[in-house]
């Protein structure tokens, strides 16, 4: 059951993964969607992807995993150091170290959960255009998930819609307001 859910939960900023890594997709909806409301939840959330991405690469390059395989094992197998640029690297630590504090120590705040979802954004960037073949045009901007995940993000465009033909409507009836005053026939009060 909890597969189905993350096969299914839209994201704002990951959904380029969906056609290869559904579930990356969708922990990566979570963790947006759990920012503000749970920011140790959405941490949590981005170690989880931070550790499936490190297995993916370690399964795709056919990498000879240490003894222990745990999370920061595998990171710093020099087999996975050789194929991972530093850059990428230093954000799978940030992601699985933070991770950690918020699995382990309950610590975690929106701030962290907002810059880690970004970080998360360019490890899916990088492994979409290393390893699906993808472009980084296939990649939307990167959006900071707005309370709500997803659907708060797609409740706040329809209000600016709404905000904006009102104040379309509002400009043009100034300006009809405007060509009667200087006709001389005034405003009915």
């Known amino acids: 059951m909890q597969v189905d859910l993350y096969l299914t939960m839209k994201s704002l900023n990951f959904e380029f993964l969906r056609t290869k890594w559904p579930e990356l997709s969708g922990l990566g909806g979570f963790a947006e969607a759990y920012a503000h409301p749970d920011p140790v939840g959405s941490i949590s959330k981005?170690?989880?992807?931070?550790?499936?991405?490190?297995?993916?690469?370690?399964?795709?390059?056919?990498?000879?995993?240490?003894?222990?395989?745990?999370?920061?094992?595998?990171?710093?197998?020099?087999?996975?150091?050789?194929?991972?640029?530093d850059v990428v690297l230093s954000k799978l630590h940030a992601l699985r170290m933070e991770g950690n504090n918020a699995a382990h120590g309950n610590k975690g705040d929106t701030t962290t959960a907002l810059r880690l979802n970004r970080e998360a954004y360019n490890v899916a960037r990088w492994l979409h255009v290393n390893y699906a073949g993808g472009n980084v045009a296939d990649c939307p901007d990167y959006n900071d998930p707005p309370e709500g995940g997803v659907e708060g993000f797609k409740q706040r465009r329809e209000k600016r819609a709404i905000l904006e033909r009102v104040a379309a409507q509002e400009a043009q009836m100034q300006k009809l307001l405007a060509g009667k005053t200087q006709r001389g026939q005034g405003v009915p009060g």
């Open 46 to 85: 981005l170690r989880v992807f931070c550790e499936q991405v490190v297995q993916w690469i370690h399964h795709q390059e056919r990498l000879p995993k240490p003894f222990r395989a745990n999370l920061n094992d595998l990171l710093h197998n020099q087999p996975f150091k050789d194929v991972i640029p």
